[in-house]
Structure formats: structure tokens, C-alpha cells
């Protein structure tokens, strides 16, 4: 039976300013990789720049309640979906998941999601489908490699964070989720993550990182849970 690997992959990935073609196209060479040697994948998509770009144009005329800001992003996340199931060609299933409630037929190596409705991240998105899927752990990849006991941008000294409990994440990050969020893990997904004793695993974006962790070698980034 294969191994079902839940990926949620971040906006900043496949969107920083543009399409980041080079890093899709090598993500795709590890990805495939990996399913000859028996894994399946269930990639979760981010919005990344698109996502705030829609919701930067449309608030410049009106002001957006989080709902109507929510929308742009998951519209967002959509795209950048459909860009990810098309460069997997035959690997990927023909439709994207927009419901992680929802059960579906697993039947190709690769599955590929969007956001779902307002009020909930991918993040939260790729928790569901793991409870769904009963994976016991999602793989987080982003821009951010490791947790950061605050904030490395502003802070030179900010410690790494290689394992932490769900509980020393929210006292980090607080409890409340909102759209265009920068946090490692959105506290809504953490919340649904700690109840259903799944771990996360915060990565980064270097491929040869996640080959050490799908291959059980030590690797660079955050284990929560």
C-alpha cells in the first residue's frame, strides 16, 4: 500500500512575485521521484503574491470585510492549484479538491487542493484532508524554514525552534486566524492539528530538505505536535 503524503505548499513557493517556473519544475522532478518509489501525494495550494495582489486591488476602492478578502485569496489558491495539477501532466488527478470534507477516489499518485471557504486557510485545509486520509502528519512548505521563537526578519537573535508542543505554538502565534495571515502554521489549523494528534512538520522550501524528511534522514526545520 502506498504512502500517502499530505503537502501543504506554500504561496510563497509558487507565487512569490511571479510564477516561479524553475522551483515548480524541480518540485515536480522530486515529487515524481519519490511516487516511483511508492509514496502518493495530496499537494495543498497556497495564494501567495496572487492572493494579495486580488485582495490589495479590489480594497483600493472599497473597504473589504474579511469574508469578501477570504474569497479573493481562496479564488487565489484556485489558480495556483489548477498551474500545479497541470505541470504533474498524467500523475494528478483531473479535478482539484475544493472541499477537504469531502471524501474522493484516490485512484492516480497525486491529488491537488485549493482553499475551501472564508475563515479557513490551506493550512486548516491540509489538516482536514489528513484526518480524512489518516495521515498523521502534514508536511508544511514555505518560505519559513524553521519556527522562530520571534521574529528572524526583525530580530537577529531569533532562536530556531526544531520541536515544539502545539501548546508553545499558540503562545507564539495566539489562537485567532485572519486572511492574509503570515504565521509558520495558521492557529485554526493548529487547533484541529492538536485534537487530531497529527503532527507538522515546518520545512522550508529546499527540495533536498524534504527528500532527508520522506526519506526518514535528519532534516532542517520544525517538528510541532
Not at 137 to 147: A, L, T
Request: net charge positive; glycine share 8%.
Amino acid at each position: 500500500m502506498a504512502k500517502i503524503v499530505v503537502l501543504s505548499l506554500g504561496g510563497s513557493l509558487i507565487f512569490p512575485q511571479d510564477l516561479d517556473r524553475n522551483f515548480l519544475n524541480d518540485f515536480k522532478n522530486t515529487i515524481q521521484k519519490y511516487i516511483k518509489k511508492g509514496f502518493k501525494f495530496v499537494i495543498i495550494c497556497g495564494g501567495g503574491k496572487l492572493a494579495r495582489t486580488f485582495q490589495g486591488v479590489a480594497s483600493k476602492n472599497k473597504k473589504l470585510s474579511n469574508e469578501e478578502l477570504d474569497w479573493l485569496g481562496i479564488h487565489a489558491t484556485k489558480i495556483n492549484a489548477f498551474i500545479v495539477k497541470s505541470i504533474f501532466g498524467d500523475y494528478a488527478e483531473n479535478f482539484v479538491i475544493n472541499d477537504p470534507t469531502k471524501k474522493f477516489i484516490f485512484k492516480k499518485n497525486v491529488a491537488v487542493a485549493s482553499g475551501w471557504k472564508p475563515g479557513w486557510s490551506t493550512d486548516y485545509d491540509a489538516v482536514l484532508l489528513a484526518k480524512s486520509l489518516k495521515a498523521k502528519e502534514v508536511i508544511n512548505m514555505s518560505n519559513v524554514d524553521f519556527v522562530y521563537g520571534k521574529d528572524p526578519k526583525k530580530f537577529k537573535d531569533a532562536k530556531k525552534i526544531e520541536k515544539m508542543k502545539w501548546n508553545d505554538f499558540f503562545k507564539l502565534v495566539g489562537g485567532k486566524w485572519k486572511a492574509g495571515m503570515n504565521a509558520p502554521f495558521d492557529p485554526i489549523a493548529a487547533k484541529e492539528a492538536k485534537k487530531s494528534k497529527i503532527k507538522v512538520m515546518v520545512v522550508g522550501r529546499e527540495l533536498k530538505n524534504l527528500e532527508n524528511l520522506l526519506e526518514g534522514k535528519k532534516f532542517k526545520g520544525t517538528v510541532i505536535g
